[in-house]
Every structure is written in C-alpha cells, then in structure tokens.
C-alpha cells in the first residue's frame, strides 16, 4: 500500500528519517510544523518534490492548521510530541500537548475518513513504575504513572498512548490504529537539530560525563524505527489493528558498553570518553547540586529490557545492532562538527 500520508512533527529526528524513507518508496508525504518558517531548511533535509512533499502548519495545542494538513490523506503516521532533555517545573507542560496532540490527531483523522493511524508512543509507556525486580518487558507492560519517581516525559508518553487508545475504542473501533513504543533512539543525525536521545553519545563524546553512572537504556536505530513505522502503515489491517509494537534491537546497555564501543571503535576521537565509574553514592552526591542528574537516581543498577519479537514475528522486522546504531550516530556527531573531538 501507498498513497499520502500526514506525518506529524516533520521537524522530528525520528520523522525525518520517516519521510525520507516513505519518499524513497512511492508514497506522497504532507508533515507538520509549528512554523512554516522552518520549511526551506527541512526541504534540503528531507529531499521530494513540491508535489510529493507538502509543509502545514499545525501545533499539538490549538485546531488550526490540522484540517488542511490531513485533507487528501490516505494514514497518519502521528509522531510529534515534547520530548526536551531538561525536566520541566510543571509536568503539564509535556502531559497536555502529548495528551491533547494525539486526541486532536484522531480526531482530524477521523473526520478526514482516515482509517489507518499509527502512533509513536514509547517504550517510556511500558517499562516504567514497575516493582524494582521487574527487567523483562513486552507489550503487555504498561507503566504506572502514580509509582514514585515516575518523570513527566514518561508520564506523558503513557497518558497520551492511554488516551488515543481509549478515543479509539469510544469513538472510531473501525480504525486500523497501534502504537509503535521505540526504545532510546540512535543512529545518524542530518544536522544539528536531533533528540534528547543522542546527547547520551553527544556527552560522552565530549567528555562532559566525567565518570560513567551505573544506568542504561535498551538502543533503536533510527532508520530500523521508521522502518518499523512504515511497515505498520503498509501492513494489512488485521495485523496491526490495536496492536503495540516495542522497537528495540534487543540487549540492554549500559552507559558503560556504549562508552566500550565508542573507545574500541573510535581511537583519538574517542579520547574524551570516560572509562572511570561512578559510584552510586557519586550519582546521589552529584543530583544533589546538579538537579537533571536527578533523572538518573531511580535508574541506578536498574535493567529495562525489552523484547520485539513481536514486531519481528508480526511484520517481519529485523532491527540492526546497537553497536552500529552507536557508532553512526558518533560518526555523524563528528562529521557534522556537532561534537569537537
Ligand atoms: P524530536 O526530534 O525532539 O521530535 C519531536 C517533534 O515533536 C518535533 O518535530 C517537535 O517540533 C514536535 N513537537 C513538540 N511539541 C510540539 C507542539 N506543541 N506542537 C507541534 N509539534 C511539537 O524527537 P524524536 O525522537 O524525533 O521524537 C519523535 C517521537 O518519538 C516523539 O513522540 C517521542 O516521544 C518519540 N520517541 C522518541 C524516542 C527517542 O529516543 N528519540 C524514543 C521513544 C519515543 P519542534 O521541532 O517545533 O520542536
């Protein structure tokens, strides 16, 4: 299947390796922007033409814009969503616009006859909130908001996939709806402007993590996560109709293995890569002069994995390595002179 789709967020690290990717295999593209001021640059990004690429402006927070954007489409493919790497004072400022972003995507969608949605959640929807022994998830996790220490970014992401699914299941059963759940995001960046993901290699690359913390996170290429995105908007309907899909390429890795690849593979310009631990009383010295470090306090020790067999059984998806994830999105970091080595 082809046709148009509306891609949210086209401003997105992981929505431009989408588009880029539904350009090269025939479908025609309309992606939104908070302002079209932005258009020319992702044009020289993303690549197609003025008829096979098309910019809307539309924002997560208000109705206009949507309309237009979605006319003439065939599937949503509904991506964007806050995800800064600081921590916000008020909570709200990420829960509201994912919540309400996703509703009003559904919404436009529907009302547009749109039948095919796939969503970006997270694997911050699944994995999080559980009982310390808990390690192994799959799409049968969800995470629970109310547990202590549960972070806003998370929050959001799980109440926004809650909501889109019960809108569903309310108001459009009819629809071919999932959410695709991808773990850390890595792989090349096209400029400058990329996730919160990649500051994990961008900081160890530029020696501003002095000594590794005992955390981790499961690794996606990007490439591998807008395949996946893709292969959800061309499947038949019956596989993916309210299915999650975890997008992840399987071990879980510690800041430590990343950092190990960075220094095996890279020579000098891997110099400034730490390889002193820190100690976890260091993590708790450190959050409490540095508030993101924080973020890292309820990681420490702690294993998330994440399985997706399910994806690869369903949809025939074949995730690449994390190590090469790693050092492509180190490479690029470098080539694009984001990180001075
Ligand atoms: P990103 O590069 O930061 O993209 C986020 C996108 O959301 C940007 O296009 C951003 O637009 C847009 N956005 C944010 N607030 C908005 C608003 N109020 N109105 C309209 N657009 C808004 O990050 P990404 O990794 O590509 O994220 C894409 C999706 O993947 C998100 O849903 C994210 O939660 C999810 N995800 C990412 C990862 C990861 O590791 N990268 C992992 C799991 C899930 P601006 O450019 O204008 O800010």
Known sequence: MTGTVFVSGGSGYIAGETIRQLLARGWA?????????REAELRAQLGGTAESLKFFAADLTSDHGWAEAMAGCDAVCHMASPFPSAVPKDENELIVPAREGALRALRFAHAAGIRRFVMTSSAAAIAYGHPPGKSQYDESDW??????????????????????????????????????????VL?????????????????????SIPAIPNVGF?????????????????APAATIHGERFIGSSGPFQKFADVARV??????????????RNMPN??????????????????????????????????LGWSPRPPEESILDCARSLIEKGVVKV
Request: glycine share 6%.
């Open 218 to 234: 499961s690794v996606v290429d990007v490439r591998d996560i807008a395949d996946l995105h893709i292969r959800a908007l061309e």
């Open 262 to 275: 960075l220094r095996d593979n890279l020579g000098p310009q891997a110099r400034k890569v730490p390889s």
């Open 187 to 207: 792989g090349p960046v096209a400029s400058g402007d990329f996730a919160a993901s990649i500051e994990i290699v961008e900081r160890l690359l530029n020696g």
């Open 281 to 314: 009383w260091g993590v708790r010295l450190l959050a409490m002069v540095m508030p993101p470090a924080r973020q890292l306090l309820g990681e420490l020790g702690r294993v998330r994995a994440t399985s997706s067999a399910h994806a690869q059984a369903v």
């Open 143 to 184: 995470t629970n908001i109310d547990a202590p220490g549960v972070q806003p970014y998370i929050k959001s992401k799980t109440i926004a996939e809650r909501a889109a699914r019960d809108w569903v299941a309310a108001n459009a059963p009819e629809m071919d709806y999932c959410a695709v759940c991808p773990v850390a």
């Open 29 to 37: 593209v309309h992606t939104s922007v908070r302002s079209l001021s």
